[in-house]
């Protein structure tokens, strides 16, 4: 899935009776947000506008000359 330009990986599971959402920047795989809910849509909606937020604000940069350790840039 795409969120504000980047690649992310939702993981939501349930641990009694709240649900555990987790969202990733798939590459390189850090982490991005996390939220609790009642429902998996709750606690995914939660994650999401969160997570949107937090990615519209990162600013994508070319890596500096010679660099090859920044995949997708």
Same mark, same amino acid.
């Given at each position: 899935?795409? !969120?504000?330009? &980047?690649?992310?990986?939702? /993981?939501? %599971?349930?641990? $009694? =009776? *709240? %649900?555990?959402?987790?969202?990733? #920047?798939?590459?390189?795989? =850090? &982490?991005? /947000?996390? =939220? +609790?809910? *009642? ?6 909606? @939660?994650? !999401? @506008? +969160?997570? +949107? *937020? !937090? !990615? +519209? #604000? /990162? ?8 660099? *090859?350790? /920044?995949? $997708?840039?």
């Amino acid at each position: 899935m795409q !969120l504000a330009g &980047w690649p992310i990986r939702i /993981v939501t %599971y349930r641990l $009694g =009776a *709240t %649900y555990r959402t987790t969202i990733d #920047n798939t590459d390189p795989g =850090a &982490w991005v /947000v996390k =939220a +609790e809910g *009642t429902t998996k849509q709750d606690a995914e909606s @939660k994650a !999401l @506008k +969160e997570a +949107e *937020t !937090l !990615l +519209e #604000n /990162v600013k994508k940069q070319k890596p500096p000359t010679g660099c *090859t350790s /920044v995949p $997708g840039f």
